[in-house]
């Protein structure tokens, strides 16, 4: 069916093998060839899952779903841009996060683990939480003390233990993997089942245009895991002959946290070394993300580009998209604002509200 491999030296091991890293400390990725049957993916279920011959979980009676994916592709100017939206706001747990969770959880029933732990701010943490509930999985969350009181509060409705780590992003990250020690790591960044479900914001994006790829996907970046995610999504379906071309990949960052786009910028291999400054933008501060090498290479290779927004940006981007009606999270607003930061004359474009603007506990969220 496939198997895990590293990047950083080359060994693999066998796709049903319960490890989340490499004997040698590095991420893992999956080497999988995906089948794509375009009569099963028509009369398939209106949700991500319509794509099962590209998602490697062996049994369907291991899959974990709340009928996420699938989300409309809505036409709408921002500014003086035409483009299209992918409303991944309105996934079950308000995030694109769905996407990687539901093939996540999925692996971990499939492997028959009990009990998970998770490091978050809020979105992946509520999406990894509701979906082990679902599953019958417990499961822990490790939280920044940064973290918003309503993406907690979301985290613990799912019925989650939250951990409140003193310190940053970072600092909660270090105690998830200490707990690691003794408990599957559930970790959305770590993972690379999790980008099984995000590469499906490429296929539908794809579908959604008649199996045509856009031009230009603009997306905010912290731990990379939707634009990875959207990488791989589009490069299966050039291979497989279902698109043409593959569309230039945007990152946007906040400019207190770009540590990529610094990188981008100075022609880097690797995150730039920085120190993160507070921003409303909190879900995509990630000061040392991963697999920053893999989303320079990724943006590269696709000949996008990497942009820095404020924080007046991304509320003046927050703003524009309440005139159209929708509510979205400060960090879903920061794709907006680098859209309007890109000139994308006579392009295909499409971008993506990842977040929803309303949790519980949010101010006018019980109304």
């Not at 579908?207 to 031009?215: G, H, I, K, N, V």
């Not at 995150?271 to 993160?276: G, L, R, V």
């Not at 509320?315 to 009606?325: D, F, L, Q, S, V």
Request: overall charge negative; glycine content about 10%.
């Amino acid at each position: 069916m496939g198997h895990l491999y590293c990047g950083k030296c080359e060994a693999m091991y066998e796709l049903d093998d319960p490890r989340w890293r490499c004997d040698c400390g590095s991420y893992l990725d999956i080497e999988f060839k995906p089948s794509f049957d375009p009569v099963a993916i028509s009369t398939g279920p209106r949700n991500l899952w319509r794509y099962r011959g590209a998602i490697p979980i062996g049994d369907d009676a291991n899959i974990v779903s709340l009928s996420e994916g699938f989300t409309p592709l809505a036409d709408m100017q921002i500014g003086n841009v035409k483009t299209k939206v992918k409303l991944d706001h309105l996934s079950p747990t308000g995030s694109f996060k769905d996407r990687g969770a539901t093939v996540l959880v999925s692996r971990f029933k499939e492997l028959g683990i009990g009990s998970v732990v998770e490091d978050s701010s809020g979105n992946a943490g509520s999406a990894i939480a509701a979906y082990c509930a679902r599953a019958g999985i417990e499961c822990t969350v490790f939280v920044p003390e940064t973290a918003r009181p309503e993406k907690v509060a979301l985290i613990r409705s799912h019925g989650a233990e939250v951990k409140v780590v003193a310190g940053g992003r970072e600092d909660a990250a270090d105690a998830a993997m200490e707990a690691a020690e003794s408990t599957y790591y559930a970790s959305h960044a770590w993972n690379p089942f999790f980008l099984q479900g995000t590469k499906t914001f490429a296929y539908e994006i794809c579908e959604q245009l008649a199996w045509r790829a856009p031009d230009a996907v603009v997306l905010p970046v912290g731990n990379g895991t939707l634009l990875l995610g959207a990488s791989i999504g589009f490069k299966e379906l050039l291979a497989a002959g279902f698109i043409d071309t593959m569309p230039e990949l945007i990152a946007v960052q906040s400019s207190q946290c770009d540590p990529l786009a610094q990188a981008y910028r100075g022609d880097l291999a690797e995150p730039a070394a920085i120190t993160a400054g507070a921003t409303v933008a909190d879900g995509i501060a990630v000061a040392a993300p991963l697999r920053g090498r893999q989303i320079l290479e990724a943006v590269r290779e696709s000949g996008g580009s990497f942009i820095s927004v404020d924080d007046t940006e991304i509320e003046a981007a927050r703003r524009e998209i309440r005139k159209h009606g929708y509510s979205i999270e400060p960090t879903s607003a920061a794709a907006p604002a680098g859209l309007l930061r890109y000139r994308f004359k006579d392009k295909r474009v499409v971008t993506v509200f990842t977040g929803h603007g309303r949790k519980p506990g949010a101010p006018g969220a019980n109304l």
